[in-house]
């Protein structure tokens, strides 16, 4: 019987749990999916063991929401550190109208939170709130597609980002709603613990891991997701938080509970790469990554798990040859 690396198994790599609180703040005529998506995610990672504790907010014990569904509130907010996020779900702009029915004290505690050190993001018409409470202006944002020009009217200091899931700007997060909601906690996951834990999550919730629309469409570790085997997604699970590292095919099809064959078979079948090639795709964008952020092509081999720059120089040209001179 094939010898199962401890390092490979499910969890083994985890670093320590960022805790944080989820604010969720509530508006009557919220849309329940700008809500609920979010929510789950974040409920979700704590699932996995993410210390994420879910509030929700509102001036009213009871919040009415657009689908009909009665929402229950406290109305003391709970400690919010710099480690916690603080989100604005968005409401019926036909109901309250793009500015929306946050108090002049709420929009204080986003612009607080904010100031400290935090995180302020938004789903749907929820920007409006963080462009009262001063959060946009000088800074890229977006929202929903329907009134993204009323956005732009109403701050004009603010840069809208059109037709795009989110935009991320000096912790301030927008996102365009409804399902993009889902997007943007998703991003948060993935910055804060990685895009394996963030690919876990999205597995859990059976949605497609994607990024910012007006970016790459999606790194290795999103793009080649959108598939339903399970033993090649704990193999790429496994890759990804071990990209860096030796792994034979052998350990990896051990750990997935599947022989050698049956896991190159599948691997190649759903991403159209082998094992070995999902891992240098990995060790490549991730080199590109640090080679854009200044470090030379030897540093970042080292750094991804090549012994030198040659097979880096390789893997560039051949994946991205209008980069293959860089460095």
């Known amino acids: ?33 700008d809500l609920a998506g979010p929510a789950q995610v974040f409920s979700t990672a704590a699932d996995i063991g993410y210390d994420y504790r879910l509030h929700y907010v509102a001036a009213t014990p009871e919040v009415p929401t657009v ?44 612009a607080d939170h904010h100031a400290a050190g935090g995180t302020v993001a938004s789903v749907c018409a929820g920007a409006f709130a963080l462009g009262r409470a001063g959060l946009l202006d000088g800074r890229r944002c977006t929202t929903h597609h329907e009134v993204q020009d ?10 809208v980002v059109r037709d ?9 997060v927008t996102s365009a709603g409804i399902a993009s909601g889902i ?21 859990a919730l059976v949605v497609y891991a994607r990024r910012n629309g007006h970016e790459q469409q999606a790194s290795a570790m999103m793009r080649h997701r959108s598939h339903l085997s399970d033993a090649v997604h704990r193999a790429q699970d496994l890759i990804d938080a071990h990209y860096a590292e030796p792994l034979p ?21 759903v991403t159209g790469l082998t094992p070995l090639g999902y891992q240098q795709l990995l060790r490549v964008e991730r080199a590109e990554h640090l080679i854009g952020h200044g470090a030379t092509v030897e540093a970042a081999a080292r750094a991804v798990g090549f012994t030198d720059a040659r097979m880096l120089r390789r893997l560039r040209a051949r994946t991205r040859p209008s980069l293959a001179l860089a460095g």
Do not use: N
Not at 249 to 267: I, P
């Open 1 to 33: 019987m094939a010898r199962v690396d401890r390092r490979l198994q499910p969890g083994a790599s985890g670093a320590a749990p960022r805790p944080g609180a989820v604010v969720f703040l509530l508006v009557p005529q919220v849309h329940l999916l």
């Open 67 to 110: 689908q009909g569904v009665t929402l229950r509130a406290d109305t003391d907010w709970p400690p919010l550190d710099r480690d916690g996020l603080l989100v604005v779900p968005g409401w019926r702009v036909s109901t309250h109208g793009p500015a929306g029915p946050v108090g002049r004290d709420d929009l204080r505690r986003l």
């Open 150 to 159: 009323e956005l732009a009217r109403r701050h004009q200091a603010a840069r």
């Open 164 to 172: 795009v899931l989110y935009v991320v700007d000096d912790r301030v």
């Open 183 to 203: 997007d943007v906690a998703l991003h948060l996951v993935a910055t804060r613990h990685g895009p394996a834990a963030a690919a876990r999550v999205a597995r």
């Open 249 to 269: 095919l052998a350990d990896l099809a051990a750990a997935c509970g599947v022989s050698e064959r049956t896991l190159s078979r599948l691997f190649r079948q």
